[in-house]
Nanobody
Framework: QVQLVESGGGVVQAGGSLRLSCAAS????????MGWFRQAPGDPGEEREF???????????FYASPVKGRFNISRDNASNTVYLQMDSLKPVDTAIYYC????????????????WGRGTQVTVSL
């Protein structure tokens, strides 16, 4: 497992943009796909919601329907960093956003991700 640290969260007005970053402590040969998940405020027992994922080479991306067309996931393997550009933000996007790493080459299943960051808070106000 690699250590993942998210940054870039904050408070933004509806319609605004934020760019999240996820820095990995190192690249291991068994960490391939990277993803972003989120957990909305409320019941901490609720499962984290899939947001987006990207394959090792960055050629394949997946997005959850609510964010498709507004969010963009990318990665820079040279610096071991994954990004999530979030545009046209809505109040329903308010959540803690988590970066995750998987040993699969591409996946959207939360159970395939075994490295997790501590999360970064995103708050979208009206």
């Amino acid at each position: 497992q690699v250590q993942l640290v998210e940054s870039g969260g904050g408070v933004v007005q509806a319609g605004g943009s934020l760019r999240l970053s996820c820095a990995a402590s190192s690249r291991t040969d068994d960490t391939f796909a990277m993803g972003w998940f989120r957990q909305a405020p409320g019941d901490p027992g609720e499962e984290r919601e899939f947001v987006a994922s990207i394959s090792w080479r960055g050629s394949i991306t997946f997005y959850a329907s609510p964010v498709k067309g507004r969010f963009n996931i990318s990665r820079d393997n040279a610096s071991n960093t994954v990004y999530l550009q979030m545009d046209s933000l809505k109040p329903v996007d308010t959540a803690i956003y988590y970066c995750a790493g998987s040993r699969k080459t591409q996946t959207t299943e939360i159970t395939d991700f075994d490295s997790w960051g501590r999360g970064t808070q995103v708050t979208v106000s009206l």
